[in-house]
């Protein structure tokens, strides 16, 4: 537990501060990343020390599903919640409304971490409160705009259809505007909302 202590001595102020502007916005989930090698306990150790303080903001926490990387095979290996079971293990060891899961859809479609986004969504069920939407190659983490590498939303959509997903969908696709330069970043706001856009209208139409 060491080690989750010390973390979270160090990061605590900029997370909390991280909250705090969650709460300034407007917003109602902040996102925090679980250690990526450490155990569903001793990550529920760093969260619970912070549960208190969100809920003073009136803002849940949600952690993200993780991977690691495994030179030898060129594709992603097991991290904290890259699966269903361990994502829910992370969930059930804190138990508390106000700790939920966002599902980063790209990592889940990442080779070598045996699931897809698909399952996750279907096994999280209710948990699934906030999305990171992306695409990539099946293979990296690339953080591309949607429809626009090898990712396909349509099952995905439908999944989010079937559990009744009424969180939020939040596109993570900063990589896509690295593309642009400053004097044309507007045209790269305006595809990631076309993609957005299309994102919706299929979810509505599921």
Known sequence: MRRSRRFLKTVRPYLQRAIECTAEAGGK??????????????????????????K??????????????NVQKHQASF????????FNAHLDAINDPYFVACLDLGHAEMRGLDTSSV?????????????HMHDNDLRHDSHQIP?????????????????????????????????????????????????ARKLADMYEQA
């Open 29 to 54: 989930i902040c996102v925090i990343h679980p250690g990526n090698r450490l155990s569903p306990e001793e990550n529920a150790e760093f969260f619970s020390e912070l549960l208190p303080f969100a």
């Open 56 to 69: 003073d903001c009136g803002v849940k926490i949600a952690t993200e599903n993780m991977w690691k990387w």
């Open 79 to 86: 991290a904290a919640c890259s699966n269903p079971e361990s």
């Open 119 to 131: 399952e996750m969504i279907h096994k999280l069920g209710s948990r699934l409160q906030a999305l």
């Open 147 to 195: 429809f626009s590498m090898k990712i396909d939303f349509e099952p995905i959509v439908k999944a989010l259809k079937e559990i009744s997903y009424d969180g939020y969908f939040t596109l993570e696709a900063d990589r896509y505007m690295k593309a642009y330069k400053k004097d044309n970043a507007f045209e790269g706001v305006k595809h990631l909302s076309e993609a």
